[in-house]
């Protein structure tokens, strides 16, 4: 795995389209890493072209929450609130990471899930299955919203690793604003070990 640190690679926009929604009218891009065959999507409203301030949201995807509704995590809640916030707003973007489980892939997630049915928190179950608490990246994220115009940006986002990131990456970042979801029984420990040992801001 690369260095942090490294250039990312080039990106292609590969295509652009209308995207009518609940949350309101965007443009959907497409890019594609024409090296290895892999396809990003980003949901776009207004120009970004020479824009500071640009209300990000940076999601890594999540099969079981923001597609199956779970309840065990924020994930969905926390894209639905960026893609309300953003379609109120004049300008912004949401880029859509496949980066399933912090990085570790639906399989290892699921063996992550089983882990904590037996006890463990989201940091031990990963740790347990060898992998670091979060194995997440951003540079190509800020390789996207550098093509888009994007100059800096306001992140929505709970979580500083995910701020450090993408100023590592070289996109700057001139502010954060936390999107917090309303407890359940089922994902309050998830929570509290985001926020005791991940440092998110809940």
Do not use: W
């Not at 893609?83 to 980066?99: C, E, M, N, S």
């Not at 031990?124 to 997440?136: H, K, T, V």
Request: glycine share 10%.
């Amino acid at each position: 795995m690369m260095d942090v640190d490294t250039p990312p690679p080039t990106l292609v926009r590969a295509a652009t389209a209308r995207l009518p929604s609940r949350y309101g009218d965007f443009s959907v891009v497409a890019f594609e890493r024409p090296e290895t065959g892999e396809e990003f999507g980003v949901v776009v409203r207004g120009n970004l072209e020479g824009a500071e301030a640009v209300p990000v949201r940076l999601h890594s995807e999540c099969f079981t929450g923001d597609v199956m509704g779970s309840l065990k995590c924020d994930c969905r809640d926390q894209l639905e609130a960026a893609l309300a916030f953003i379609g109120r707003a004049d300008k912004g973007a949401v880029v859509y990471l496949p980066q399933e489980g912090r990085g570790i892939g639906l399989a290892n997630k699921i063996r992550a899930y089983a882990l904590q049915d037996q006890g463990m928190d989201t940091v031990e179950a990963n740790l347990a299955l060898g992998f670091p608490d979060d194995l997440r990246r951003y540079d190509v994220a800020a390789e996207i919203l550098r093509q888009l115009g994007a100059r800096s940006v306001v992140l929505l986002t709970n979580n500083p690793s995910k701020v450090a990131g993408v100023v590592r990456a070289g996109l700057p970042v001139v502010g954060q604003i936390p999107l917090r979801a309303t407890p359940n029984v089922h994902n309050r420990t998830y929570l509290d070990t985001k926020r005791a040992k991940s440092g998110h801001l809940l």
